[in-house]
């Protein structure tokens, strides 16, 4: 199972007032694993930076100038990205930017179903508590300390650490189901028993101190309910 964790930094709320899409950071899964393969690209947005936005992630006109526009990494995003589940915080503002970007470029929209909202796991997991990113990596424990500013790529690995929190763990099936070894095969794997039991460990003196320890339990002891 592939999934893309996902986040966007732009020059505002609305793209149809004008805002665009200034960085894309993201990271691949596979299996619920972190694959070491990302995309990250800032994007001249063809417009002045609002100061507030700045304020945010510290992008500026300058360092803007001499980025490709939308126009030229739209179709290299989209094969990134592919058919994979797109995993995002607040997923309806980034598809609401990407969808705009794409479409005015010719380019397929992504469906709004192909996107898992990890904010919407997150308040229907922990009703009533705060659900920022912030918020959740206290939560976890996930060190966000290099987070001084909104950063796509750096938000985008943070997140993936949170969503595999919020859905369980790291490896929340232990990769049982990955299918390793000779024997497994995906969820039929079973546990083998050996062909030759492993000798005991436990000594005579042990073995004593166990059936004297339950002597003293009388009836009640679980191992005469055998």
């Known amino acids: ?16 007032s004008g805002d665009r ?5 993201a ?26 936005a700045f304020e945010v992630h510290g992008l500026g006109d300058e360092f803007l100038s001499d980025k490709p526009k939308f126009a030229q990494i739209g179709q290299a995003f989209l094969d990134f990205v592919g058919d994979a589940k797109l995993v995002i915080h607040n997923a309806s503002f980034d598809m609401k930017f990407l969808n705009a970007e794409l479409g005015w470029i010719g380019l397929p929209k992504l469906p709004w179903e192909q996107a898992i909202d990890t904010l919407a796991i997150a ?4 009703p009533g ?4 990113l912030d918020a959740l990596c206290r939560r ?8 001084t500013l909104h950063g796509a790529l ?15 763990g790291r490896q929340p ?14 969820s039929d794997w079973r546990a083998m028993p050996r062909a030759t039991p492993l000798a005991p460990r436990i000594s005579d003196e042990e073995r004593a101190a166990h059936r004297e320890f339950i002597d003293k339990m009388g009836d009640k002891a679980l191992w005469r309910r055998a």
């Open 27 to 52: 990271v691949e899964l596979h299996n619920h694993m972190a694959t070491g393969k990302t995309y990250h690209q800032y994007i001249n947005p063809e417009r002045e930076m609002p100061n507030d």
């Open 123 to 126: 308040r229907k997991k922990f």
């Open 1 to 16: 199972m592939r999934e893309i964790v996902l986040d966007t930094e732009t020059t505002g709320f609305d793209p149809e």
């Open 140 to 147: 976890f424990g996930i060190d966000n300390a290099s987070r």
């Open 129 to 132: 508590s705060p659900a920022s």
């Open 21 to 25: 899409i200034v960085e894309i950071g």
């Open 173 to 186: 099936d232990f990769g049982l189901s990955a299918g390793h070894g000779a024997n497994a095969k995906g």
């Open 154 to 168: 750096l938000d985008s690995e943070i997140l993936a650490e949170v969503y595999l929190e919020l859905i369980g």
